[in-house]
């Protein structure tokens, strides 16, 4: 029994063994590296949001306008061989200048999906969000002019599609006046004079055919009976959608001008040797 308590003694005065155990700095923890959601919010900060918007925009205006315009004038061509220009010679040079239109229309089409393609990449590469999760920006000489050149071709355009939207409203402005005839012989006024057969549509007065075509103008039933026509329908609704997407257009070049002016801007600012700060 002594023996036993002197050796309970003696293992109870033994200097305790510890174990290593590792400080929570030592693991790492799940939480410090950046999750799915965090790199998604970063990847969403560098998209541009203003040339993202144009670009769609743009696609749409230029979309309706040359598909509903190239239908259209086919049809107005159409419309005056059948009633309005019975000998082919009088409207020669019209259908000469809407066939090189259709033309041009694959041209302006072909041209803006390329050019929205070039203006998004354009705006990708230059915000600022963007920049950020690319590392350290520089900009070249070159850089800076190929941005300048596109806020100049985008101020251009801008002014050339101004122009646009305002040469669709003529086809507009004329069907309009066509189908607000035809109306007002379909309900004629208790206080008219003329009869509807007096009410005419004289399509020369347009110069759109010369003076010397025949019959040149529709009256009465006649007038009514065009209005009736599928072509005429058709062709009207197509160039009021046509007009809409040339201003879609205008309004997408609209902000194409602000995001390059200030991707421009952007470029100025960075390639100064004093910049310290971010937009």
């Known amino acids: ?14 200097p305790h063994q510890y174990r290593h155990v590792p400080a929570l700095r030592d693991s790492v923890s799940p939480l410090s590296t950046p999750g799915c959601f965090e790199c998604c919010i970063k990847c969403l900060g560098g998209v541009p949001y203003a040339s993202l918007v144009a670009t769609i925009l743009c696609f749409s205006g230029v979309a309706l306008f040359c598909g509903c315009g190239h239908v259209a004038l086919a049809g107005t061509i159409s419309i005056l061989e059948q009633h309005f ?15 090189l239109m259709q033309y041009v229309i694959y041209g302006i089409a072909s041209f803006f999906f390329l050019y929205g393609i070039i203006l998004l990449a354009e705006g990708f590469y ?40 305002g040469f669709s409203a003529v086809p507009v402005f004329m069907f309009y006046n066509i189908w607000s005839t035809c109306e007002v012989i379909k309900s004629p006024q208790t206080n008219s004079t003329a009869t509807g ?18 019959p040149g103008r529709a009256c009465g039933s006649t007038l009514e009976s065009i209005c009736n026509t599928n072509e005429f329908y ?12 040339a201003g879609a257009t205008v309004i997408a070049l609209l902000i194409y001008m602000m995001a390059t002016t200030y991707n421009y801007a952007v470029l100025k600012f960075k390639s100064r040797e004093d910049c310290c700060t971010k937009f």
């Open 1 to 14: 029994m002594e023996i036993g308590r002197y050796h309970w003694m003696y293992e109870s005065s033994r």
């Open 85 to 99: 220009s019975t000998n082919a010679s009088d409207h020669a040079l019209l259908s000469e200048v809407i066939q």
């Open 126 to 165: 230059t915000t600022s969000a963007v920049k950020e999760l690319h590392g350290e920006f520089k900009t070249t000489a070159c850089g800076r002019c190929i941005s300048g050149m596109f806020v100049f071709l985008t101020y251009v355009l801008g002014l050339a599609w101004l122009g646009v939207f």
């Open 197 to 214: 057969s007096q009410i005419c549509v004289d399509i020369r007065q347009y110069g759109i055919i010369p003076w010397n075509a025949l």
């Open 234 to 245: 058709m062709s009207y609704h197509l160039f009021i959608v046509a007009c809409a997407g």
